[in-house]
């Protein structure tokens, strides 16, 4: 327990970008992780939920596609999240080519081609 990080709740802006890294003292594995979460919004109706769900099936295929197999990526995936109201997104990268920003710059110019 005491090798775990710390974990904190923090309250997402609409529009804005929060980013935490956690640098394991102890590295025993050459590999980079990007965890990001991306939030949709309060789950204040059925069809917002619905929507979550649309979302995540129309992106995860393509999303998995491009990073695993475009980027050469060792681990992807994206899971959608309801927790406590909220309703969002999780991705996650790893490799050992990689860096950790250059997964997460990869991750975010995804999203914002699957926006368009």
């Not at 590999?31 to 059925?46: A, I, K, M, N």
């Not at 999240?81 to 110019?109: I, P, V, Y």
Request: proline letters at 2%; aromatic letters at 8%; charged letters at 20%.
């Amino acid at each position: 327990m005491s090798e775990l990080p710390p974990i904190g709740a923090v309250q997402l802006q609409d529009g804005s970008a929060t980013l935490y890294e956690q640098i394991l003292a102890d590295k025993a594995t050459s590999y980079d992780c990007v965890v990001s979460y991306f939030q949709y919004g309060l789950e204040d109706s059925l069809k917002a939920c619905v929507l979550n769900s649309l979302l995540h099936q129309y992106m995860a295929a393509t999303f998995i596609d491009a990073l695993k197999g475009g980027q050469g990526y060792t681990k992807v995936a994206m899971r959608e999240s309801h927790h406590r109201d909220c309703l969002g997104m999780w991705f996650m990268a790893m490799s050992d080519k990689a860096c950790a920003e250059s997964m997460n710059n990869t991750m975010n110019e995804h999203l914002a081609v699957a926006r368009a």
